[in-house]
């Protein structure tokens, strides 16, 4: 059973800044990608950023600027930092990683507010 686990999220001012974290564990399995994902009410899911393994990490433009991935060695855990937020950045973010055989997994998601 592989779980994804986020945490990290929060309630902050414009222009503030979180950290998200996930953690994944179960298995076993071989970690093909892992990122982030988000959702806002009433929106689609979008990608934030998603890292291949012995590929590239693919960022979407809207936010290259202020937010920033990274992950550990092992592809145990992945981070995200998120700086300069605005209100339209409130939303679920959602950890996301898919296996080699193409199985998708998602996390529970941790939630993300901006007050003006």
């Known amino acids: 059973q592989v779980t994804l686990v986020e945490s990290g999220g929060g309630a902050v001012h414009t222009g503030g800044s979180l950290t998200l974290r996930c953690s994944v564990s179960?298995?076993?399995?071989?970690?093909?990608?892992m990122g982030w994902y988000r959702q806002a009410p009433g929106e689609q899911r979008e990608m934030v950023a998603v890292?291949?393994?012995?590929?590239?990490?693919h960022l979407n433009d809207a936010f290259r600027d202020r937010f920033t991935f990274s992950r550990d060695d092992a592809w145990n855990a992945a981070a995200l930092h998120l700086s300069g937020l605005k209100v339209d950045d409130a939303a679920t973010y959602f950890c996301?990683?898919?296996?080699?055989?193409?199985?998708?997994?998602w996390g529970k998601g941790t939630l993300v507010t901006v007050w003006a």
């Open positions: 996301y990683m898919e296996d080699h055989y193409g199985r998708v997994y």
């Open positions: 179960g298995g076993p399995f071989v970690i093909k990608a």
């Open positions: 890292d291949v393994r012995g590929g590239e990490l």
